[in-house]
């Protein structure tokens, strides 16, 4: 029996937007990371204990604390965050959405997986005598999983709606679906989306333990591929309905989304990808565009074995060999609950200025990947007019989000 489709989605404008990451600070970095030909990715510095891999770090966190009169919020995750906010006029975009529609009607929705736990790791490793945390590690607002989204609010002055999303690698594109929602019900009028994750011990040494890191920068879709990058990234969107004044002024926009959730196995995605299948069609469905019209798919692309593999058939099942394929996390590595927001960004620009990123490292294809998926993998970066493209992000335990981005001229009226 086919599944019933959702009906589609009145778009939403793309008012702003903005990322930090390895390449740098801010969206032309990481433009010009992607149109070139060498990673931002380096050999592990960041941790105390060996440990061999490369990840994508970005510089001088260390030393940019937060302003003083933030203190209490003071660690490397909000570091960045507030690194990010201050890009591309991002801070002053969201602040004047929060001036037009008031603090109570603007959302702020973030995701991450592991928020400012680095903070917290730090403090275990230098309790005082008496089993406590030491004094500058002792703020209740920093040992938090809300501790992102909340601090966002906190800096912009937002009083609406805010929530903190944690659904592993997907957690910052299921927000951009949170924003939908609450602005099609009259909740909110606009909504500041976005995600940030740092790297810290846990999730270095977790993914080590789970056999998933590579020792080599990653190859997606590679034969030989054999593990991920780990990175830190944070980014924003900040969307609104594209039927104000604001959003009929903007050339991009959000039109579709789709979620699922396998619930097939803790770590590893569904073997026949019928969750990431699904999200595909649903986020196809609210746009109200077939599989055809999609010109271009930044891809999950981990580079891990079955990662890959199973988003493969998947992409290869639903869409043409006409449409232009790639992972860019060769380039940026995985930035886990961050690489929502980051490779949406990413492919805002790639709508924006005309182009379609290919997929570094990826030397010898695996044949066992399919004929089709093979005539639809871009290789190299090139320029390429894009119309709509849609951005993957598959995370733990299947859980799935695809987002469907467009230019608004090309945007399909619904009624």
Known sequence: MRRSRPEPMPPLAVVAFT??????PGAAALS???RGT???????????QPLRSFIGRVEG???????????????????????ALNQDGFLAAARAAIARHGPTRVAVLMGTSTSSIGASEDAYTRLTSDGHFPPDLSQAEVHSPHSLGAFVAHALGAAGPCMTVATACSSSAKVFAQAERLIRCGLVDA?????????????LFGFNSLGLMSSRVCRPFDADRD???????GGFVLLESASTPTGQRTALQLVGHGESSDAHHMSAPHPQG??????????????????TQVDYINLHGTATPKNDEVEARAVADVFPT???VSSTKGWTGHALGAAGVLESVLTLLALKEGWVPGTLHCQQPDPGLGERFGHMLQHRTVDMPIKIAMSNSFGFGGNNCSLVFARAADAVPVP
């Open 227 to 233: 593990g991920i990058n780990l990175a830190e990234a």
């Open 191 to 203: 909504a500041v989306v976005g995600g940030v994750d740092s790297l810290c011990n846990s999730v």
């Open 274 to 291: 019928l969750g990431a299948r699904e999200a595909m069609l649903q986020a196809l469905s609210r746009a109200d565009i077939e599989p």
């Open 32 to 34: 010009a990371l992607l």
């Open 19 to 24: 990322a930090i990451s390895c390449a740098g």
């Open 61 to 83: 966190l260390e030393d940019r604390p937060l302003p003083g009169h933030w203190s209490a919020w003071d660690c490397r995750n909000n570091r960045l965050a507030w690194l």
């Open 38 to 48: 060498r990673t931002a990715l380096r050999e592990n510095d960041f941790t105390r």
């Open 322 to 324: 006409s449409t232009r």
